[in-house]
């Protein structure tokens, strides 16, 4: 069954185009986004910058966002600092080790751009 695309007059969300995962290292914390395709990969390297995942993620308070890219796998990790209110230990937060950093990273509204359907994930059981 092909996987639901969204209109193109609507916003995509970052998880339409790549999946992640997150953990924590201490009191920081790091993010994986992987691109389903590399069209995906280009625009995250375009769009996801530094600045804009530590303007999204603002209410957490991060006081420093990193990105390494990782094109070998189609990724970007970003390093999070200061964003685990002390850690897993130390930590009041119900998410004290980011474990679902990612999913809130994969919520990013995204506007869309001319080749987007260039950028989902293929349909399970087809490559490329």
Do not use: C
């Amino acid at each position: 069954m092909p996987k639901p695309t969204p209109p193109p007059d609507q916003p995509l969300r970052l998880a339409d185009i790549a999946h992640a995962r997150s953990g924590d290292k201490g009191n920081h914390a790091n993010v994986g986004v992987i691109a389903y395709t590399p069209a995906g990969y280009e625009f995250l390297g375009r769009y996801l910058s530094e600045t804009r995942l530590a303007e999204y993620l603002l209410p957490l308070r991060p006081t420093q966002v990193e990105r390494f890219a990782m094109p070998g796998i189609g990724a970007y990790n970003f390093v999070l600092h200061d964003i685990l209110a002390g850690g897993a230990s130390r930590s009041l937060r119900t998410d004290s080790q980011g474990k679902v950093l990612a999913l809130a990273v994969l919520e990013m509204p995204i506007a869309a751009p001319a080749n987007w359907r260039e950028m989902l994930s293929p349909p399970v059981g087809r490559e490329g």
